[in-house]
Each structure stands twice: as C-alpha cells, then as structure tokens.
C-alpha cells in the first residue's frame, strides 16, 4: 500500500511553545491529507482537512489559529501546534489520499506530543 | 447520538474462537464502509473495505447491512496476534468524503 511518513514520532515540548508535524505522502501526490487527534482510550478525532494549495477546513471546535496547517506540496503537509498546553498533549496522525473523493485513506504512524 | 457506534469491549476470546463485531452508523446517506485495526500506541491500518454484497478476506469476514445501518466484522479462528482494537469507519459524504471513526472494540485473544 501507500507509504506515509510523519516527523517527528515523538516530541516533548515546554508548555507555550510551538511544535511542527510533518506529513508526507512517500510515493504517491497527496491531494487531500487530514490530521486527526486522538486521546488516550479515545477514537480518532478529525481537526482539519487540507487539500494541496488552498486553506485548510476545520472541524466545529478546531481553533484554526492555534492549529495551523499548511499544504504546500502534493507530498507535504504540515500542522503547527502554536503556543502548546499541556492538554494539547495528545496523539497527532496524519493521513493521505490521492484524491479529493472516496479514495481510500493511509495514514501516517502518528506523533506523540507531550506538553509539560 | 454518536455517528458511529460501537462496543468498546473489550472481547476476551481463547486461541480458535470465532467473534463477531457491530458497528452501526447514523448517516444513511454513507457510501462507504471500513474496517481498521490499532494496535497500541500505533496508526490504524486497513483491514478491510466493506462492501454491499459482503466480502471475506481468509479469516475476516465484514458485511454491511444499509436498511438496518449496521456493519459487522467476523473473525474466524483467532490468533493471538488478531488483539488490537478494531475500528469502525464510514465515510461520509457532503463535500470532503471524511472518515468518521468509532471508538473502537478491543479484541484480546488469549493463549
């Protein structure tokens, strides 16, 4: 299947600064990629879908100004946590699909954030 | 109501046990239908897609029922390596072909 890769896996940061994910689709163009939540015992949350070259669109009670995501490339995506918390602690995964209809999702192996 | 229902669990099965999975959605107007597993701490792989007619796949078998809006998963002759979580995942339509994911059942097969 397709590959996707996310950077970093892992993250530990200091409570208020800013931390950026990556998202890249290996060996296909991306022209949708979403990033997802999810909380311990908890199921994938959707944040954000982003498609290749235009603004990301937010899911009810995503603040789009604390969770900025860019989608500059067909392979690239990005989302930057700004000014984290410690309840943005969280698992960040990301996922890809070629298409802007029913294609099927891969996703990427996840990051894990911890704010202190 | 949530979007996608699930039983959290979790199933506790011995080795060889058969054990099924529901899954039921509110949106009829989906179109198409998953089943993914987790293990922990990782991101979720297709198992399986889910189609009107049923489908199998060695020992998964998922079948969709619409007019009940219900999507169910069979495994057959567990193995210890089939505990994970399994997750539920339709895709809805009206505009951005989303996935929305249920919470998930545990499965643990034991030795």
């Known amino acids: 299947g397709a590959v996707v890769s996310q950077h970093p896996s892992r993250v530990i940061c200091k409570s208020g600064t800013s931390v950026k994910i990556e998202c890249r689709s290996l060996d296909f163009q991306a022209t949708t990629m979403f990033w997802y939540r999810q909380f311990p015992k908890q199921s994938l949350m959707l944040m954000a879908t982003s498609n290749e070259g235009s603004k990301a669109t937010y899911e009810q009670g995503v603040e789009k100004d604390k969770f900025l995501i860019n989608h500059a490339s067909l392979t690239l995506s990005t989302l930057t946590v700004t000014s984290a918390h410690p309840e943005d602690s969280s698992f960040y995964i990301c996922?890809?699909?070629?298409?802007?209809?029913?294609?099927?999702?891969?996703f990427g192996p996840g990051t894990r954030l911890l704010v202190l | 109501r949530k979007e996608v229902e699930q039983d959290p669990g979790p199933f506790n099965v011995p080795e060889g046990a058969t054990v099924a999975f529901n899954c039921t959605y509110s949106?009829?107007?989906?179109?198409?239908f998953f089943w993914y597993r987790q293990d922990c701490r990782k991101e979720p792989k297709l198992l399986m897609s889910v189609y009107s007619s049923g489908n199998e796949d060695g020992r998964f078998t998922a079948q969709l029922n619409r007019a009940s809006q219900y999507i169910s998963l069979l495994i057959r002759d567990s193995k210890l390596s089939d505990s994970a979580t399994y997750l539920c995942?339709?895709?809805?339509?009206?505009?951005?072909?989303?996935?929305?994911f249920g919470t998930g059942t545990r499965l643990k097969v034991l030795a």
């Open positions: 996922s890809a699909r070629w298409d802007r209809g029913e294609g099927t999702q891969y």
């Open positions: 949106n009829s107007a989906s179109q198409s």
């Open positions: 995942v339709v895709n809805a339509r009206g505009g951005t072909y989303k996935y929305i």
